[in-house]
Structures are given as C-alpha cells and as structure tokens.
T-cell receptor, first 111, second 114 residues
Framework: KQEVTQIPAALSVPEGENLVLNCSFTDSAIYNLQWFRQDPGKGLTSLLLIQSSQREQTSGRLNASLDKSSGRSTLYIAASQPGDSATYLCAVRGGANNLFFGTGTRLTVIP | DGGITQSPKYLFRKEGQNVTLSCEQNLNHDAMYWYRQDPGQGLRLIYYSQIVNDFQKGDIAEGYSVSREKKESFPLTVTSAQKNPTAFYLC?????????????FGDGTRLSIL
C-alpha cells in the first residue's frame, strides 16, 4: 500500500527566508501529486498539482518538483511571509479513488 | 461562486445516535468523496461516488453510510456503530474520477461526542 511521508513535521523560519518542504512516497505508480494548504480548523486549499509526466509546477512564490522514479517531491516557498503559516499536505493519486495523504508539515513564519 | 459547502461546521453526537453531515457542490462535478482527518494522521477515505446512484467503500467505511441521489449532494451518516466518531470530516469533489483530475475540498465538519 502507498505510504506518504512528510519531513519535517514542523518548521519555524524567520520572515523572508526561502524554505523547502519534503514529501516522499513508496509506490512510484502514481497519476499525480498534489500539494495542499490547510489553515487551522479549515478545509484544504489546492496549491499545485503535478501530473506524473511533469517535473515541476510553479505558482507565484511556490514551486513544486516531482521525481517519480525516486518517490520524492519538494515544495519550495520563496521569500516566506507570516501569511504562509499553515499546515502543508502532499497527496499522491494512485487511481480513481485512491488519494494518499501525508501527515503534513506545520509551517510557522515568524515576523 | 462555485464551490463545496459542508454543514454544519460543528456537530455533536450523543451515544447511540446517528448524525448526518451535509455536502453540497455547485461545480457540476461527477465524483464526490468523504475523508476523515484525525490529529497526527493523514486524511483517510471513507466513501466515494463516481456518479449519481453509485458509491463505493473507501479504506474506513465501517460505521458510516452515504447516499448519492442527486449529483450535487453526497451526505454522510455517522451511525452508532462507529465507536470513535470524533474527527474532522472533509468532503471533496472532482470533475470525474479519472486519476489525473484534481479534487477540491470543502471547509469541513468537526464532529464531537457529548
């Protein structure tokens, strides 16, 4: 069964710093990988989706990469801001119904 | 605005009681999903529906039931058979159930036991 791991579980950085969040998965047979943001007590907001044939996706200050063969993805956040503080989840899609989630990285950006 | 609406935001259940969580979407999506989120764990799939009048069990369906009588609605009932129902429940939808199509999420319902 697919297992998704996110490291670190929590991260604190000063405002303005660039940072990288990591996601690894055990089965490389995936359709896509999606990064989400979750604010406390809220639902998930989709940030970036990388199809299995793609290597990276960019949206504003966010860049996500995918190395399917090694089972790894990274989310790069440039020039972090206090508003970026949230939990970031990655999820891999293995089929029509199987979206496997990691446990998330809780990010705190200190003003 | 198009989106997914979950209600209520907070719900309390007494012992032995069934409760129903509402999920409505106006995105014209065919597929809908229910997930459960517990502290320190990833989201786990409860049930999913690829089309009206059809639904399938996910990884943790025991103690839950669903219906899909309308395209825009996918209510989840937490029955008294679910012995540990306290969790955050998230509903999602996608255009279709194909693997490459992204899922969009509602704001969740937090269920607690009285």
């Amino acid at each position: 069964k697919q297992e998704v791991t996110q490291i670190p579980a929590a991260l604190s950085v000063p405002e303005g710093e660039n940072l990288v969040l990591n996601c690894s998965f055990t089965d490389s047979a995936i359709y896509n990988l999606q990064w989400f943001r979750q604010d406390p007590g809220k639902g998930l907001t989709s940030l970036l989706l990388i199809q299995s044939s793609q290597r990276e996706q960019t949206s504003g200050r966010l860049n996500a990469s995918l190395d399917k063969s090694s089972g790894r993805s990274t989310l790069y956040i440039a020039a972090s801001q206090p508003g970026d503080s949230a939990t970031y989840l990655c999820a891999v899609r293995g089929g029509a119904n199987n979206l496997f989630f990691g446990t998330g990285t809780r990010l705190t950006v200190i003003p | 605005d198009g989106g997914i609406t979950q209600s209520p935001k907070y719900l309390f259940r007494k012992e032995g009681q069934n409760v129903t969580l509402s999920c409505e979407q106006n995105l014209n999506h065919d597929a809908m999903y229910w997930y459960r989120q517990d502290p320190g764990q990833g989201l786990r799939l409860i049930y999913y529906s690829q089309i009206v009048n059809d639904f399938q069990k996910g990884d943790i369906a025991e103690g839950y039931s669903v219906s899909r009588e309308k395209k825009e609605s996918f209510p989840l009932t937490v029955t008294s058979a679910q012995k540990n129902p306290t969790a955050f429940y998230l509903c999602a939808s996608s255009i279709g159930a194909r693997g490459w199509q992204p899922q969009h999420f509602g704001d969740g319902t937090r269920l607690s036991i009285l």
